[in-house]
Protein backbone atom coordinates (compact mmCIF):
# COMPACT_ATOMS: atom_id res chain seq x y z
CA UNK A 1 0.00 0.00 0.00
CA UNK A 2 1.23 3.51 -0.73
CA UNK A 3 1.28 5.58 1.96
CA UNK A 4 -0.31 8.40 2.34
CA UNK A 5 1.14 11.79 1.99
CA UNK A 6 -0.94 14.53 3.88
CA UNK A 7 -0.45 17.88 3.09
CA UNK A 8 0.87 19.10 6.43
CA UNK A 9 4.24 17.09 5.23
CA UNK A 10 4.15 18.98 2.20
CA UNK A 11 4.24 22.05 3.87
CA UNK A 12 6.68 20.97 6.17
CA UNK A 13 8.83 19.86 3.26
CA UNK A 14 8.48 23.05 1.34
CA UNK A 15 9.75 25.21 4.17
CA UNK A 16 12.40 22.57 4.66
CA UNK A 17 13.45 23.07 0.83
CA UNK A 18 13.26 26.89 1.36
CA UNK A 19 15.66 27.19 4.31
CA UNK A 20 18.27 24.74 2.49
CA UNK A 21 18.82 27.30 -0.86
CA UNK A 22 20.86 29.69 -1.11
CA UNK A 23 20.25 33.67 -1.04
CA UNK A 24 21.76 35.52 -3.95
CA UNK A 25 24.47 37.49 -3.03
CA UNK A 26 24.45 41.19 -2.25
CA UNK A 27 26.44 43.56 -4.24
CA UNK A 28 27.34 46.28 -1.27
CA UNK A 29 28.69 49.39 -3.53
CA UNK A 30 31.91 50.60 -2.76
CA UNK A 31 31.85 53.14 0.31
CA UNK A 32 33.55 56.78 -1.22
CA UNK A 33 36.17 58.22 0.21
CA UNK A 34 35.39 60.90 1.43
CA UNK A 35 38.71 63.04 0.43
CA UNK A 36 37.64 62.14 -2.97
CA UNK A 37 33.70 63.55 -2.56
CA UNK A 38 35.03 66.83 -0.43
CA UNK A 39 37.26 67.26 -3.71
CA UNK A 40 34.34 67.23 -6.11
CA UNK A 41 32.08 69.45 -4.04
CA UNK A 42 34.99 72.11 -3.86
CA UNK A 43 33.94 72.80 -7.39
CA UNK A 44 30.78 72.71 -7.11
CA UNK A 45 30.81 76.19 -6.07
CA UNK A 46 31.96 77.30 -8.80
CA UNK A 47 30.76 77.90 -12.51
CA UNK A 48 32.07 76.47 -15.35
CA UNK A 49 30.96 79.04 -18.26
CA UNK A 50 33.98 76.74 -20.69
CA UNK A 51 35.64 73.51 -20.68
CA UNK A 52 38.75 74.32 -18.33
CA UNK A 53 37.63 77.39 -16.76
CA UNK A 54 35.78 77.71 -13.84
CA UNK A 55 34.55 81.31 -12.06
CA UNK A 56 33.23 81.82 -8.52
CA UNK A 57 33.78 83.54 -5.41
CA UNK A 58 36.46 84.12 -2.58
CA UNK A 59 38.58 81.09 -1.77
CA UNK A 60 40.38 80.23 1.66
CA UNK A 61 43.47 78.68 2.63
CA UNK A 62 41.35 75.24 3.09
CA UNK A 63 39.96 75.30 0.16
CA UNK A 64 43.57 74.82 -1.86
CA UNK A 65 44.03 71.25 -1.51
CA UNK A 66 40.74 70.22 -2.56
CA UNK A 67 41.00 72.69 -5.61
CA UNK A 68 44.37 71.12 -6.45
CA UNK A 69 43.14 67.61 -6.24
CA UNK A 70 40.29 68.30 -8.38
CA UNK A 71 42.60 69.69 -10.84
CA UNK A 72 42.76 72.79 -10.68
CA UNK A 73 46.20 74.16 -12.05
CA UNK A 74 45.91 77.94 -12.02
CA UNK A 75 44.34 80.92 -9.88
CA UNK A 76 43.50 84.56 -11.17
CA UNK A 77 42.22 86.15 -8.21
CA UNK A 78 40.34 89.49 -9.34
CA UNK A 79 40.55 91.36 -5.42
CA UNK A 80 42.56 93.77 -4.67
CA UNK A 81 45.02 92.62 -1.45
CA UNK A 82 43.23 95.51 0.69
CA UNK A 83 39.62 92.97 -0.01
CA UNK A 84 41.86 90.48 2.42
CA UNK A 85 43.98 91.73 4.51
CA UNK A 86 44.38 88.36 6.81
CA UNK A 87 45.54 86.50 3.81
CA UNK A 88 48.03 86.55 1.63
CA UNK A 89 46.57 85.14 -1.01
CA UNK A 90 49.52 84.70 -3.75
CA UNK A 91 51.81 82.98 -1.28
CA UNK A 92 49.07 80.98 -0.13
CA UNK A 93 48.36 79.63 -3.47
CA UNK A 94 52.27 79.43 -4.56
CA UNK A 95 52.89 77.25 -1.38
CA UNK A 96 49.64 74.83 -2.45
CA UNK A 97 51.64 74.52 -5.82
CA UNK A 98 49.62 76.05 -8.43
CA UNK A 99 49.92 79.31 -10.34
CA UNK A 100 49.00 82.47 -9.47
CA UNK A 101 47.71 85.78 -11.06
CA UNK A 102 46.35 89.07 -9.92
CA UNK A 103 44.46 91.55 -11.84
CA UNK A 104 42.80 94.24 -9.15
CA UNK A 105 39.33 95.29 -10.27
CA UNK A 106 38.33 97.41 -7.00
CA UNK A 107 35.53 98.86 -8.29
CA UNK A 108 33.07 99.33 -11.65
CA UNK A 109 36.02 102.01 -12.55
CA UNK A 110 37.69 99.46 -13.36
CA UNK A 111 35.83 98.27 -15.95
CA UNK A 112 38.09 99.62 -18.87
CA UNK A 113 39.47 98.75 -21.81
CA UNK A 114 43.18 97.87 -20.15
CA UNK A 115 41.78 95.57 -17.61
CA UNK A 116 39.54 93.75 -20.24
CA UNK A 117 42.57 93.35 -22.63
CA UNK A 118 44.67 92.08 -19.63
CA UNK A 119 41.72 89.39 -18.52
CA UNK A 120 41.90 88.36 -22.32
CA UNK A 121 45.45 88.14 -21.96
CA UNK A 122 45.37 85.88 -18.70
CA UNK A 123 42.59 83.10 -20.23
CA UNK A 124 44.62 83.04 -23.15
CA UNK A 125 48.23 82.02 -21.12
CA UNK A 126 46.05 79.44 -19.39
CA UNK A 127 47.05 75.97 -20.23
CA UNK A 128 45.24 74.04 -17.41
CA UNK A 129 42.29 73.67 -15.21
CA UNK A 130 41.94 77.87 -14.32
CA UNK A 131 39.68 78.99 -11.41
CA UNK A 132 38.94 82.66 -11.53
CA UNK A 133 37.55 84.87 -8.60
CA UNK A 134 36.43 87.69 -7.12
CA UNK A 135 34.47 87.69 -4.22
CA UNK A 136 31.45 86.87 -5.62
CA UNK A 137 31.81 85.71 -9.24
CA UNK A 138 30.28 89.09 -10.55
CA UNK A 139 33.42 91.03 -11.19
CA UNK A 140 34.18 87.88 -13.10
CA UNK A 141 31.00 88.46 -15.38
CA UNK A 142 31.56 91.75 -16.03
CA UNK A 143 34.99 90.92 -17.56
CA UNK A 144 33.60 88.40 -19.40
CA UNK A 145 30.89 90.05 -21.19
CA UNK A 146 33.15 93.32 -21.85
CA UNK A 147 35.41 90.74 -23.62
CA UNK A 148 32.81 89.23 -25.39
CA UNK A 149 31.49 92.38 -27.11
CA UNK A 150 34.97 94.94 -27.52
CA UNK A 151 37.31 92.03 -28.22
CA UNK A 152 35.13 89.17 -29.84
CA UNK A 153 32.63 91.12 -31.86
CA UNK A 154 29.35 89.63 -29.43
CA UNK A 155 26.10 91.92 -29.54
CA UNK A 156 25.15 93.60 -26.20
CA UNK A 157 22.61 90.95 -25.58
CA UNK A 158 24.72 87.94 -26.18
CA UNK A 159 27.76 89.85 -24.25
CA UNK A 160 25.34 89.93 -21.47
CA UNK A 161 24.17 86.50 -21.87
CA UNK A 162 27.94 85.46 -21.86
CA UNK A 163 29.12 88.06 -18.55
CA UNK A 164 25.94 86.21 -16.76
CA UNK A 165 27.88 82.28 -17.46
CA UNK A 166 30.71 83.40 -15.76
CA UNK A 167 28.89 85.32 -12.74
CA UNK A 168 27.44 88.60 -13.84
CA UNK A 169 24.96 89.86 -11.79
CA UNK A 170 24.80 93.33 -9.79
CA UNK A 171 27.33 95.38 -12.41
CA UNK A 172 25.31 94.61 -15.09
CA UNK A 173 24.34 97.96 -15.28
CA UNK A 174 27.77 99.41 -15.33
CA UNK A 175 28.25 97.11 -18.37
CA UNK A 176 25.57 98.12 -20.48
CA UNK A 177 26.52 101.88 -19.83
CA UNK A 178 30.15 101.10 -21.18
CA UNK A 179 28.39 99.23 -24.10
CA UNK A 180 26.18 102.01 -24.79
CA UNK A 181 29.04 104.30 -24.42
CA UNK A 182 31.38 102.73 -27.07
CA UNK A 183 28.52 102.47 -29.44
CA UNK A 184 27.48 106.49 -29.32
CA UNK A 185 31.57 106.85 -29.99
CA UNK A 186 31.42 104.94 -32.95
CA UNK A 187 28.73 106.77 -34.46
CA UNK A 188 30.01 110.01 -33.11
CA UNK A 189 30.53 112.70 -36.21
CA UNK A 190 32.03 114.79 -36.35
CA UNK A 191 34.26 114.64 -33.64
CA UNK A 192 32.94 117.30 -31.32
CA UNK A 193 29.86 114.99 -30.54
CA UNK A 194 32.27 112.70 -28.31
CA UNK A 195 31.51 114.41 -25.44
CA UNK A 196 27.93 113.59 -26.17
CA UNK A 197 29.07 110.02 -24.93
CA UNK A 198 30.05 110.54 -21.58
CA UNK A 199 33.09 110.30 -19.76
CA UNK A 200 34.95 107.26 -19.74
CA UNK A 201 33.41 104.60 -17.17
Known sequence: ?????????????????????????????????????????VLDRFATPVPGIHTGGRITVEDLPALRAAGITRVIDLTPDAETPGLDEAAAVR???????NLPIASAADLNHESVAAFDQLLRAADGS???HCASGNRVGALA????????????????AEGRRWGLRSLEGEVRKRLARERCLASALPSSAIEQCGPDG
Open 1 to 41: MTPRTTPGFLAAALVLLAGCTTAPATTVAPSRDPGTAAQAR
Open 130 to 132: TLV
Open 95 to 101: AAGLSYD
Open 145 to 160: ALRAAWLQGAGEEVAI
